[in-house]
């Protein structure tokens, strides 16, 4: 209910998103965006900013054309991540494209995010895994906000995504089990805010390909 009413309260400063161009943002800006939403720029919100910018380019898709379901782990202090989808993609409760839902995320899972396409319904799954939990919480108390932002874009594995939103979730591995995940780890960042490697092309062909096992 928070949650919500967070959200809910931070579309008043989301007005000025929907006529500004995403990838002319600077990362001053990211930071301004997120603080006004938000009220502070702690290091779940550009993990939320990353997963917004991929799945815009990955889905080829302009601000408002995406919906987004968010699933926040047991661990997690908040849904943070959330509000830094929500300024990266303008996705928003108040047009009903953006749910925090109130089902958790399954156990080993930070964060759970669905986003799919309105038009083409073209769908990403999105986690991170609470293994980054401890790396997370020493960068808000050790990086400003700017510092948190470069650390966030440049994590390797940090993110995992399928195309499929029924395939199975990165969990932790444990003794005598074998796990299952995302096909694809985003193993670094974008050239600038905005530009991610895959392709169009590449993005229909991952759609129709297996999930892969570890």
Same mark, same amino acid.
């Given at each position: 209910? !928070?949650?919500?009413?967070?959200?809910?309260?931070?579309?008043?400063? /989301?007005?000025? !998103?929907?006529?500004?161009?995403?990838?002319? *943002?600077?990362?001053?800006?990211?930071? #301004?965006?997120?603080?006004?939403?938000?009220? &502070?720029?702690?290091?779940?919100?550009?993990?939320?900013?990353?997963?917004?910018? @991929?799945? !815009?380019?990955?889905? @080829?898709?302009?601000?408002?054309? /995406? =919906?987004? =379901?968010?699933?926040?782990?047991?661990?997690?202090? $908040?849904? $943070?991540?959330?509000? &830094?989808?929500?300024?990266?993609?303008?996705?928003?409760?108040?047009?009903?494209? !953006?749910?925090?839902? +109130?089902? #958790?995320?399954?156990p080993g899972v930070l964060a759970l995010v669905i986003i799919k396409h309105r038009k083409s319904g073209?769908?990403?799954?999105?986690?991170?895994? *609470?293994?980054? /939990?401890?790396?997370?919480?020493?960068?808000?108390?050790?990086?400003?906000?700017?510092?948190?932002?470069?650390?966030?874009?440049?994590? *390797?594995? /940090?993110?995992?995504?399928?195309?499929?939103?029924?395939?199975?979730?990165?969990?932790?591995?444990?003794? &005598?089990?074998?796990?299952?995940?995302?096909?694809?780890?985003?193993?670094?960042?974008?050239? #600038?805010?905005?530009?991610?490697?895959?392709?169009?092309?590449?993005? +229909?062909?991952?759609?129709?390909?297996?999930?892969?096992?570890?």
């Amino acid at each position: 209910m !928070l949650a919500s009413s967070r959200l809910i309260a931070a579309l008043l400063s /989301l007005a000025q !998103l929907f006529v500004m161009p995403l990838k002319a *943002e600077t990362r001053e800006e990211w930071i #301004k965006l997120g603080e006004r939403v938000h009220g &502070g720029f702690g290091s779940f919100i550009p993990v939320g900013i990353r997963i917004g910018l @991929d799945a !815009l380019q990955r889905l @080829d898709a302009k601000p408002r054309e /995406l =919906t987004v =379901t968010f699933y926040t782990g047991a661990r997690s202090p $908040c849904p $943070c991540f959330a509000d &830094g989808i929500m300024i990266a993609t303008s996705a928003s409760p108040g047009q009903g494209t !953006l749910e925090v839902a +109130r089902e #958790k995320a399954p156990p080993g899972v930070l964060a759970l995010v669905i986003i799919k396409h309105r038009k083409s319904g073209s769908t990403l799954k999105y986690t991170v895994s *609470e293994s980054w /939990l401890p790396k997370l919480g020493a960068w808000n108390r050790t990086l400003d906000p700017a510092g948190r932002y470069d650390e966030v874009m440049k994590a *390797e594995g /940090l993110l995992k995504w399928c195309h499929d939103p029924s395939a199975p979730i990165i969990v932790h591995a444990r003794p &005598g089990r074998r796990t299952v995940c995302c096909a694809q780890t985003i193993v670094g960042p974008p050239a #600038k805010a905005g530009e991610y490697p895959a392709t169009a092309g590449q993005v +229909r062909a991952l759609r129709h390909s297996a999930m892969a096992n570890t």
